[in-house]
């Protein structure tokens, strides 16, 4: 099979070079082609109808049709409108139109695949989920068959045990009814039970509110931190853009920080201090500090001094300090390894009165990227029991979180152990992801760092490389005159050229005047030199077209 898919990416890649030696050149020989083929509604382009449709720039049409209607873009809340999200943004919709486009009409692109770099979504890219979570989930939800004789056959000693113990926490041995708001008291247990064996400090289940992914709970906190512009979260540039999602659609203000690209993306207490001074002096109430490690999409990790750091920076100023951990086990270096917040916090010597600090952790990352079962939890620290009555308020709101997702969450924080009938099955499948990842990123790395104008820092951890592309003024002065962001033309010039699918940096926020691109290292290894071959020769096209 391996062998199979290798040979596969090898024929892509002689077909792209060979539809490329007469297709490939044209739609970069001027600055303005591939735009206009992406967006022209002429009927002379080599696009499907359909894909002209989509990416017309006239709207006069649909507004036409439902300029009736009650909800309009004048009067819809205008945090909607404020509010965006790259990851699943304007590049990502042209590529599903492209896709089905080569779906109706084959060879009509100089490619026959579109390759997703744009998300992390592990599964959807052929990673396989672990053996011994979906044993428990698949017993757990079809409890029935634990009393076949089959069973016993088909399924490991220690996934059968763990699902009995699960059904019996769950109220009425029932995964489609509702749970407590925080999530099943059992489930809870077992988390608090990983937290302790992760860093050696107690943890209380009654912190813990599981939630769908960690997306919901980080929408919580600004629920419960923002009442107005006034309010601002202190968040990282680059960021993820659920934050400044979040923070736009409850009204709050972004105060940003700017990670430093010339050390490999450190965060300098520094630059917290002098954006916090700076956010003062416009009336800006700074409620929180954000911090994502390992950082997504920019790679890093943190050393534990330089948490140390930001710990008593936040105690200093105030602050509740929100820990983005959802990559703690995608780390790709040796020098490096995952330290909680709450661990630093605690070996600090700082308890549960001192600092108000709020963890967030996600299934849908790590070695079992299970996006889709939307599972995770926020651990809550150093808050009243008047807040956190406030807080299991908003939580009760969504009634509970979905029940396979809780159960993963208690499976992550308490995987098969030494002498389990799964544990050397499940070291090998964490094991052989976790190095497939590392060996991606190097490569990707490696590529990137090789090209025309292009830098690249290590990832030493998350599923992402953030590399920062210098453009050409010829090649700027054509995004401007597209009134397109520079790296989000570069991106659309990727995805015409090559059916390749990054994120302009811009959407995830940038020092003014440089220009990155987000690429996930998650697409089957087997495919990554194709990758490596489409870019690097799409590349030195898209540098000599516009370098002078």
């Given amino acids: 099979m391996r062998r199979f898919v290798a040979d596969k990416a090898k024929t892509l890649i002689n077909r792209s070079r060979t539809t490329c030696s007469s297709s490939f050149p044209p739609p970069i020989i001027t600055s303005t082609s591939v735009l206009q083929r992406l967006t022209s509604s002429s009927s002379s382009s080599s696009q499907s109808p359909a894909v002209l449709r989509f990416l017309s720039t006239s709207s006069d049409s649909m507004s036409s049709d439902y300029s009736s209607t009650p909800v309009t873009l004048n009067n819809v809340n205008p945090k909607v409108l404020k509010c965006e999200y790259a990851v699943r943004g304007e590049i990502v919709n042209l590529a599903q139109k492209l896709q089905q486009d080569l779906k109706e ?3 009509s692109h100089p490619f026959d695949e579109i390759l997703y770099c744009n998300i992390g979504n592990p599964q959807s890219l052929a990673q396989q989920p672990i053996t011994f979570f979906r044993e428990v989930l698949a017993l757990c939800d079809h409890p029935l068959i634990l009393d076949k004789s089959e069973t016993q056959g088909l399924f490991s000693a220690d996934s059968i045990e763990r699902a009995f113990q699960i059904l019996d926490q769950i109220p009425g041995r029932a995964t489609g009814a509702y749970s407590h708001s925080q999530g099943i008291k059992g489930l809870r247990d077992t988390i608090a039970s990983g937290i302790e064996a992760r860093d050696g400090f107690p943890a209380d289940p009654n912190d813990i509110f599981l939630t769908d992914g960690a997306s919901p709970a980080v929408h919580m906190m600004m629920q419960l931190l923002i009442g107005s512009e006034n309010d601002g979260i202190l968040c990282p540039i680059p960021q993820y853009p659920l934050y400044s999602a979040s923070i736009a659609l409850h009204g709050g203000t972004l105060v940003p920080y700017y990670l430093d690209e010339e050390t490999g993306w450190g965060l300098e207490v520094s630059e917290l201090e002098n954006q916090l001074k700076t956010a003062k002096s ?9 911090v994502i490690n390992p950082g997504n999409p920019t790679g890093q990790v943190l050393a534990e001094a330089n948490q140390r750091e930001i710990v008593e920076f936040c105690k200093k100023e105030g602050l509740v300090l929100l820990a983005d951990e959802v990559y703690q086990e995608n780390v790709y270096v040796p020098e490096k390894q995952f330290h909680s917040f709450k661990k ?13 600090l709020v963890s967030f952790q996600s299934v849908s990352k790590g070695f079992y990227g299970e ?23 908003v939580a009760s709101v969504n009634l509970c979180s979905n029940i396979s997702g809780q159960i993963l969450a208690s499976l992550v924080m308490s995987p098969p152990k030494v002498g389990d009938e799964s544990y050397e099955s499940f070291a090998a499948e964490k094991e052989g992801i976790l190095s497939s990842l590392a060996r991606r990123a190097k490569t ?17 951890g998350a599923m992402y490389l953030f590399p920062r592309i210098n453009l050409p003024d010829k090649a700027i002065k054509a995004a401007e ?24 940096g811009s959407g995830f926020g940038q020092r003014p005047g440089t220009w990155h691109f987000r690429c996930t290292i998650l697409p089957q290894e087997e495919k990554i030199p194709a990758i490596v071959s489409r870019l690097t020769e799409f590349h030195k096209l898209f540098m000599d077209e516009f370098r002078g």
């Fill in 344 to 356: 630093v916090a605690r070996s600090m010597g700082f308890g549960e009165k001192d600092i108000s």
């Fill in 371 to 393: 996006c889709g079962k939307r599972g995770g939890y926020m651990e809550v620290t150093g808050f009243s029991p008047e807040i956190r009555e406030q807080i299991y308020k």
């Fill in 282 to 290: 416009k009336g800006i109430n700074v409620r929180a500090l954000a």
């Fill in 481 to 504: 005159e597209a009134k397109i962001a520079p790296d989000a033309f570069y991106a659309r010039h990727l995805l015409n050229a090559t059916g390749i699918v990054v994120v302009p």
């Fill in 105 to 107: 009409n084959p060879g």
């Fill in 444 to 460: 990707l790395e490696d590529a990137f760092s090789n090209l025309e104008g292009v830098t690249c820092n290590k990832a030493e």
